[in-house]
Nanobody
Framework: QVQLVESGGGLVQAGGSLRLSCTAS????????MVWFRQAPGKEREFVAV????????SYTDYVKGRFTISRDNAKNAVYMEINSLKPKNTADYYC??????????????????WGQGTQVTVSS
């Protein structure tokens, strides 16, 4: 089993920045895909960014490129997402998830084995 715990969300003014963290514990593997999804109020969950644990290769959804940065710290078993120039439309619950034993970087939630509980980001105008 793998446990994922997100942190770093909160209330921030438009234009501000946040750094979300996702820490993994339990049984870990070297070849993970670690992903961030988000779910805005009343909307479906959507892919944001994914990173390969082993290679560090990343992939983003188009609308966050240049403002969102996903990274990982293997020594700390943590994945981060830096979000800059926040906008009210970025308000959502952000979830990290892990797909074990893979070198692929899927964007579909159903591909992922383990999920965190989410961290809420609220951006005020």
């Amino acid at each position: 089993q793998v446990q994922l715990v997100e942190s770093g969300g909160g209330l921030v003014q438009a234009g501000g920045s946040l750094r979300l963290s996702c820490t993994a514990s339990g049984r870990t593997f070297s070849n993970y895909a670690m992903v961030w999804f988000r779910q805005a109020p009343g909307k479906e969950r959507e892919f944001v960014a994914v990173i390969s644990w082993s290679t560090g290769i990343t992939s983003y959804t188009d609308y966050v490129k240049g403002r969102f940065t996903i990274s990982r710290d293997n020594a700390k078993n943590a994945v981060y997402m830096e979000i800059n120039s926040l906008k009210p439309k970025n308000t959502a619950d952000y979830y990290c998830a892990a797909k074990t034993r893979t070198y692929y970087l899927p964007r579909e939630g159903r591909e992922y084995n383990y999920w965190g509980q989410g961290t809420q980001v609220t951006v005020s105008s």
